[in-house]
C-alpha cells in the first residue's frame, strides 16, 4: 500500500466536529437532495449546500447514518433535514436515524468518495520538499556518476558523499530550485526542491555507491540526497479554519503560469511556526493595481477583493503548499491569504 493511498483511507476515520451551528449557513439555492455521481467530493457535495463547504464534517458526523464520510458511494441519494442542532443531511434507505439495521457494503472503499481531489496533489504527497539551503554541501549530494558517465538515468550508477545510509537503504534524489522569499520582509523561506528519482544504496562509506532506482529526469553532480520517508502520511487532515489570524501571500505556482485556477498547487509564505496546519482552510484576496486619484493627486490602494479559498495539503516550517478548492475570480502571485 502506498503511502498516499495509506493515508487517503486513514484519514478519512478523523471527523472531529470543529465547527459551531453557526457556521452551517444554507445556500439559497440549495437542493433537498442529491444523489451522488462519480468524481464527486465530500467537498464539492457540501459545497452544494453549505456557503461554507469545508464545514461539512459538522454537516455529517452527527448523523448515525453517515456515521463516517467515507461510505458515501456514487449512487447514494443524500437528504437535506433540519434538527435542533441545525442541517443535517442524511441518506435514503436506512429506515431513519433511529431506525437502523446491519448492512454489509461489498463496495471497494477506493470507490469511496474522496474530500478532495487527490489526484491534483497526488505527486506532492510524496515528493514535494522545501529545502532548508541552496548549498549542496549541506546535504548529502551525488559527487559524480560511476562508470565514466556524465549524466545518470534509472539503471545507473553514482557515487554520493555525506551521507551515513547503509547498504539497502533507499534515498530521494532532489535538486535545488528556485528560493522563497516573504514578501513583506525579504525573508528566504526556503529552497524549492525538483524530485529527480530514487536511488538504493549498493555499498555504503565516503564515496557511496548508489543504484539508480528511479529516475524522472538525468541525475547530474550536486543533486542532493534525503532518506526516502516510508512512514504513512500524518493522517489527522481534516478541512477547518485556523482559530489565529494567518495572514500571508501566494509566493509560488506549479508550472509557472501567472494565473491561478480552481485546483492549481500554489505555495504560501506561511508554515508550521506561523501555526498553519494540515486541512488548513484560507481565503484568497486579490490585490488590486494602485489607481490614481486626480482630485487629491494621489496614489491610493484599493482594497482586496475575495477571489477564492484553498486548502493546506503539505506542510514545512516556513511555507506550506495548498491546493485552490474555489475561484471566485483570477488569483496571482502575491495575492493574500487570510482566515475565510
Same mark, same amino acid.
Request: hydrophobic share 40%; charged share 20%; glycine share 8%.
Given at each position: ?26 445556500? &439559497?439555492?440549495? %437542493? ?82 474522496? %474530500?478532495? %481531489? ?120 481534516? %478541512?477547518?479554519? &485556523? ?46 493595481? &494602485? ?50
Amino acid at each position: 500500500m502506498t503511502r498516499t493511498r495509506y493515508w487517503l483511507l486513514s484519514l478519512f476515520f478523523l471527523w472531529p466536529l470543529l465547527a459551531g451551528a453557526d457556521d452551517l449557513a444554507l445556500r &439559497p439555492d440549495h %437542493p433537498d437532495e442529491y444523489v451522488v455521481v462519480r468524481g464527486d467530493t465530500l467537498w464539492d457535495i457540501s459545497g452544494r449546500f453549505l456557503e461554507k463547504p469545508w464545514y461539512w464534517p459538522k454537516l455529517w458526523g452527527v448523523n448515525p447514518q453517515i456515521s463516517n464520510p467515507h461510505l458515501i458511494y456514487p449512487g447514494d441519494r443524500l437528504r437535506l433535514v433540519m434538527t435542533a442542532d441545525g442541517p443535517r443531511l442524511i441518506r435514503d434507505g436506512g429506515g431513519g436515524p433511529d431506525r437502523l439495521s446491519p448492512q454489509v457494503r461489498s463496495s471497494a472503499i477506493d470507490t469511496a468518495i474522496p %474530500p478532495i %481531489p487527490f489526484k491534483h496533489v497526488q505527486a506532492f504527497l510524496e515528493e514535494a520538499v522545501v529545502l532548508r539551503s541552496n548549498q549542496p554541501s549541506d546535504f548529502a549530494y551525488v559527487a559524480a556518476a560511476a562508470d565514466e558517465h556524465l549524466t545518470v538515468g534509472a539503471g545507473g550508477r553514482v557515487y554520493a558523499r555525506q551521507t551515513s545510509a547503509e547498504t539497502g537503504q533507499m534515498l530521494d534524489i532532489y535538486r535545488i530550485g528556485d528560493p522563497y522569499f516573504d514578501p513583506e520582509t525579504g525573508e528566504a523561506l526556503g529552497y524549492a526542491a525538483l524530485f529527480i528519482g530514487q536511488g538504493k544504496v549498493q555499498r555504503s562509506g565516503d564515496p557511496a555507491t548508489l543504484a539508480v532506482i528511479k529516475a524522472r529526469r538525468e541525475v547530474l553532480a550536486g543533486d542532493v540526497l534525503i532518506p526516502t520517508d516510508d512512514r504513512p502520511m500524518q493522517a489527522s487532515y481534516l %478541512p477547518h479554519a &485556523p482559530s489565529s489570524e494567518v495572514r500571508g501571500h501566494i509566493i509560488s505556482v506549479v508550472d509557472g503560469v501567472s494565473q491561478i485556477g480552481q485546483y492549481s498547487v500554489v505555495a504560501l509564505s506561511r508554515g508550521r511556526r506561523d501555526g498553519l496546519e494540515l486541512g488548513h482552510v484560507l481565503q484568497v484576496r486579490q490585490i488590486q493595481q &494602485p489607481i490614481d486619484d486626480p482630485v487629491a493627486r494621489q496614489r491610493v490602494q484599493p482594497p482586496s477583493e475575495p477571489a477564492g479559498a484553498v486548502i493546506v495539503f503539505r506542510l514545512f516550517e516556513r511555507v506550506s503548499y495548498a491546493l485552490v478548492m474555489r475561484a471566485s475570480r483570477p488569483m496571482h502571485v502575491l495575492d493574500e491569504v487570510t482566515p475565510p
